[in-house]
């Protein structure tokens, strides 16, 4: 496990600014302790660091994972967020998508979002901005990139994609041995 | 009588100055002439090794030695220039080697990716048969190139080259290539079996260097300035040189200081996220235009929705003219026709 570099760390509180916006603030400046960001094998984890001080124990060998992974550096330092940081993206969401029951499970095998399968959007949301992705009755089901901005939404044809599939719930059977 | 015993005892005397030829040895000695080799398999006396050990080692060799010189005496001799010649036998004694034996031959890098991936070499008939020339060829070697001279007489200039290329000389050119290729080749191959150090800058030259090669020594070239590049322009999206041991290839290229500072990493990174949230978004042209017309279509859904009131806006008009409702419609007036002076509808 060793710090992000500055770079890295950079990039990671862009990523995450896209999603969750000035509620970056929140992840580090948290009342329960203190949590930090580690890297280990260009991947991201979320620990607090009362668990980071028991896991130094072991090897970089040794180590699978500690914390929440949030995602993983490319080689080309560009980040890509797990469907396990949803846990921590969904209460802090300022652009949220809402998906009719109908297109959940579609949704869920990994397809994007067209206008027909769209429930609710989250007013004055910009074209590619972050968003997360709920069930009607409000249970975070991924997130993704809003293709079209909401007022382009309202004018859209039925068929058009409205927001690109990143991540969702179903990834943690599809993409089980890569996702921590 | 003194005479006769002075000389014997002189005899004696002389006698007892050398040793008996003669040695007896517990176990008897392995002898290996042909190497001049004696070794000796009894077991050496303590109590002596312990008391007085140079004399009794000296003894001790020379005693073995005499067995060894008893044994050469025993070969057949001869005299050659007033000398007295043995010829020893073959040396019995095996001896290890100096050096270590020869590995097998280190394989060449296509031989090991063949290996890698099960390709075999197929044995090509010394002979073909070529269709066009009607006639069996051979693959390679004597009468070869003849045949090739046979076959291709004439070749075409492709569409988009220039007309006036020798296609023969470039098919000579592009030969040449690739034996100046293969000849580069066999070189790194020797130099990867003897594991010594490739130069891995420098230019190639645009045939033989691979993308990352020319962007390696593009990064040395522009870092290998009086102030290490500091002050080379870049290119709008010009990448830098990486992968392994790339940055000991560019001068000035240090190693960077640990990015732990010494400020706690909380604070560190609260910095960081202000000034990520902090920064000015760019104009967007694209979105602003959105913006825009989401506006004027709120607008105009708000107007449309309300109900169409007598003289909502315009009641600052021509004094207290309120109604000016809709322009009148045609052919609906009550015509007179037979009267004079009133030509067609009855205007209000």
């Not at chain 2, 007085?52 to 044994?71: G, S």
């Not at chain 2, 609260?270 to 913006?291: R, T, Y």
């Not at chain 2, 169409?308 to 015509?335: C, D, F, L």
Request: charged share 30%; glycine share 8%; with cysteine.
């Amino acid at each position: 496990m060793k710090r992000l570099t500055e770079e890295r760390t950079k990039v990671l509180f862009e990523k995450l600014a896209k999603y969750i916006g000035s509620n970056v603030q929140q992840l580090i400046d948290r009342p329960d302790g203190t949590y930090c960001f580690r890297e280990h094998k260009d991947r991201v984890y979320y620990v607090s660091e009362r668990i980071l001080k028991l896991s130094e124990c072991f090897g970089y060998k040794q180590l699978v994972c500690v914390g929440t992974c949030f995602g993983k550096f490319s080689k080309t330092n560009k980040l890509k967020f797990h469907i396990t940081a949803l846990y921590y993206l969904a209460p802090y969401a300022q652009y949220k998508v809402w998906v009719k029951p109908s297109f959940e499970q579609q949704y869920l095998y990994g397809n994007h979002i067209p206008k027909s399968g769209l429930g609710r959007i989250t007013e004055n949301a910009g074209q590619y901005q972050g968003v997360v992705v709920f069930s009607m009755n409000d249970l975070a089901l991924g997130f993704g990139v809003l293709a079209r901005s909401t007022t382009e939404c309202k004018t859209a044809d039925p068929l058009t994609t409205v927001c690109f599939h990143q991540s969702d719930i179903g990834e943690y059977i599809r993409a089980e041995d890569s996702l921590f | 009588m003194d005479v006769v015993k002075a000389v014997l005892e002189k005899h004696q005397k002389e006698l007892d100055k050398y040793k008996p030829i003669t040695v007896e040895k517990h176990l008897e000695c392995r002898l290996d002439v042909g190497s001049l080799l004696i070794t000796d398999p009894n077991d050496l006396e303590d109590r002596q090794l312990a008391n007085e050990k140079e004399e009794y080692l000296a003894a001790l060799t020379r005693d073995n030695t005499q067995l060894l010189v008893n044994a050469i005496w025993e070969l057949p001799t001869e005299r050659v220039d007033e000398s007295i010649v043995a010829k020893l036998p073959e040396p019995t004694t095996v001896l290890p080697r100096l050096r270590k034996p020869p590995g097998p031959r280190p394989l060449t890098k296509w031989e090991q990716f063949a290996k890698e991936k099960g390709i075999t070499k197929k044995k090509k008939d010394k002979k073909t048969y070529d269709d066009v020339l009607d006639k069996w060829v051979p693959t390679y070697g004597f009468k070869r190139a003849e045949a090739e001279k046979d076959k291709e007489w004439v070749l075409e200039v492709p569409q988009n080259a220039d007309p006036n290329t020798d296609m023969f000389q470039k098919k000579i050119d592009l030969r040449n290539e690739k034996v100046a290729k293969n000849e580069i080749q066999r070189m790194k191959n020797i130099v990867r079996a003897k594991k010594m150090d490739m130069p891995r800058s420098g230019y190639l030259g645009p045939e033989a260097a691979s993308s990352n090669q020319l962007l390696t020594a593009v990064t040395v070239a522009k870092s290998s300035t009086a102030s290490v590049g500091k002050f080379q322009s870049k290119l709008p999206k010009e990448k830098e040189a990486r992968g392994l041991g790339v940055k000991e290839l560019i001068p000035g290229g240090k190693r960077k200081a640990s990015h732990i500072t010494a400020q706690p990493e909380r604070e560190a990174n609260l910095d960081l996220i202000k000034s990520v949230l902090n920064k000015k978004p760019k104009l967007d042209v694209e979105k602003a235009i959105q913006l825009q017309k989401q506006d004027e279509r709120l607008e105009r859904e708000a107007e449309g929705n309300k109900p169409a009131k007598k003289g909502g806006k315009k009641g600052g008009g021509k004094g207290s003219r309120k109604a000016v409702g809709k322009k009148p419609k045609g052919h609906q007036g009550q015509r007179a026709p037979g009267k004079k002076g009133q030509t067609g509808r009855k205007r209000r």
